[in-house]
T-cell receptor, first 115, second 113 residues
Framework: NAGVMQNPRHLVRRRGQEARLRCSPMKGHSHVYWYRQLPEEGLKFMVYLQKENIIDESGMPKERFSAEFPKEGPSILRIQQVVRGDSAAYFC?????????????FGEGSRLTVL | AQKITQTQPGMFVQEKEAVTLDCTYDTSDQSYGLFWYKQPSSGEMIFLIYQGSYDEQNATEGRYSLNFQKARKSANLVISASQLGDSAMYFCAHDTGRRALTFGSGTRLQVQP
């Protein structure tokens, strides 16, 4: 029973390039969340998606960031024209329709470094 | 807005002793959940324990227990019989049923032999 799969684990981009981070939720999970963790800080909520729908994007920066969770395939977090401040670990989590609300199953994270 | 406070940036404990990691939260919701996650140096987030606001008994999971004091809005994590493998960052988190968790800033626990 595979867990939440994120790739790439590590990504290096130069300023102005685009970063795409992928997340495949656990089998049977239809809820996906993205969090960002800056060094030595806690996780900050970015966006919550269900299949083909954005449910809550209150933590997403208004510009350059977008997320999708298509009917087929993984969820994608896209960062356009990256800047140094985007360097962080980006965690994806998933949850099933039933179970404890808020019990999230996390991936191992994607670490973005912007040069 | 929900707020989670972890006032201990770092803690030390001797192997085999118990340690308490503090967490307070601020909410006006009547129904909510409290979680603790462990993040070892490898980076993954590991779910440890959950407490519902209406649960009358403190949650326990093996060596982990949650000291839930609703009136004080605190949800401290107690780790008994610490092991070297317990050295990690520990995050308290809060949920109100809208599914997105709010995390505290974390406590770095170091277990000494």
């Amino acid at each position: 029973n595979a867990g939440v799969m994120q790739n790439p684990r590590h990504l290096v981009r130069r300023r102005g390039q685009e970063a795409r981070l992928r997340c495949s939720p656990m089998k049977g999970h239809s809820h996906v969340y993205w969090y960002r963790q800056l060094p030595e800080e806690g996780l900050k909520f970015m966006v919550y998606l269900q299949k083909e729908n954005i449910i809550d994007e209150s933590g997403m920066p208004k510009e350059r960031f977008s997320a999708e969770f298509p009917k087929e395939g993984p969820s994608i977090l896209r960062i356009q024209q990256v800047v140094r401040g985007d360097s962080a670990a980006y965690f994806c989590a998933s949850s099933p329709d039933r179970g404890i609300a808020g019990e999230l199953f996390f991936g191992e994270g994607s670490r973005l470094t912007v040069l | 807005a929900q707020k989670i406070t972890q006032t201990q940036p770092g803690m030390f404990v001797q192997e085999k002793e118990a340690v308490t990691l503090d967490c307070t939260y601020d909410t006006s919701d009547q129904s909510y959940g409290l979680f603790w996650y462990k993040q070892p140096s490898s980076g993954e987030m590991i779910f440890l324990i959950y407490q519902g606001s209406y649960d009358e008994q403190n949650a326990t999971e093996g060596r982990y227990s949650l000291n839930f004091q609703k009136a004080r809005k605190s949800a401290n994590l107690v780790i008994s019989a610490s092991q070297l493998g317990d050295s990690a960052m520990y995050f308290c988190a809060h949920d109100t049923g809208r599914r997105a968790l709010t995390f505290g800033s974390g406590t770095r626990l170091q277990v000494q032999p």
